[in-house]
């Protein structure tokens, strides 16, 4: 059973989020927006944007638990940094790619098919690496006489591609939204922090039955979690399929499409007609209300941060 202190940090953390969600919803109730807005794409925002940092997030949660198991113990977490360090290559790539497009005259950049893609392969890394480190967190190889947890910082190298990678995939394709929805899609990132944090806390420990009449040092290193980290990782690889899911909903269902065209039609429109008015500082038209209207924008002529609906 979980001792005192713990129950408390749990009831603790339970009112912190309670007040935090409370003033949360009163902040949206006030904004203008609220009666303009789609309920069902706030969440399949802000569930698809859970995907982004908890699997990072959720491992450093588990670490303490995990070192235990662990051969090279805590010196481990200096080798973990420096995986999710490398997986800043993820964003470079991307980057890279897109500079080498517009080089060629393709002001486009990444197509949004493209970026669609690569976040389907993202999430779904993000599913299998997490599955893997269910079953596999303490795998080790012997190398150069002494055992290596190899496969884990591979892993977690994987999951940190993701995490890397959102800034430059995750929130441009929701530039395609409303600018409304990037509060859910922030909401739900913050929520890939705290929802690790929440289970880890009541994963806590349970003191075994062989503490009886021990001091408190060996106590607390005798003590076991409430549940193993295999359970914790598969929960995580839940949430990434969850995400997966939503960011599926997001593309495709017809709200969501009314929601994306909808607003790219308006910024085209507008930029179109600022477009033409410009062109006729000659003319007779003194205001863009005077100006014929624009009513037919071809899709490739619509470009969102620097790519295109096409």
Known sequence: MHSEGQMIRFRAYCRLGYKMCFRAFRLFIKTRCMKQRNYVVDILALTFALGAWISVTGFWVE?????????????ISSQLSVAIQLANIGPVIIGTISWHKKGEGDERGLSLSTRRCTIYSLLILGVIANIVLAFEWNATIVIGGYSHSLALILLLFSVGLIGCTSPVLFMPLMAIFPQKYLVSYLV?????GFLPSMVALIQGVEESSNNTNVSSISSAKDSLPLFGPTVYFLF???????????????????????????FLNSD?????????????NGSNFSSPNEAPQITDIPQDQMFTLGFSVS
């Open 63 to 75: 670490l303490p638990i995990l070192i235990a198991h662990l051969p090279e113990g805590w010196r």
């Open 188 to 192: 739900g990132e913050g929520l890939g």
């Open 236 to 262: 995580i690889a839940s949430i990434m399929l969850i995400s997966t899911g939503s960011f599926f909903l997001l593309n495709n269902l017809p709200i969501s499409k009314k929601e994306m065209m909808h």
């Open 268 to 280: 085209a429109q507008s930029l179109s007609s600022s477009n033409f008015m410009e062109d006729c």
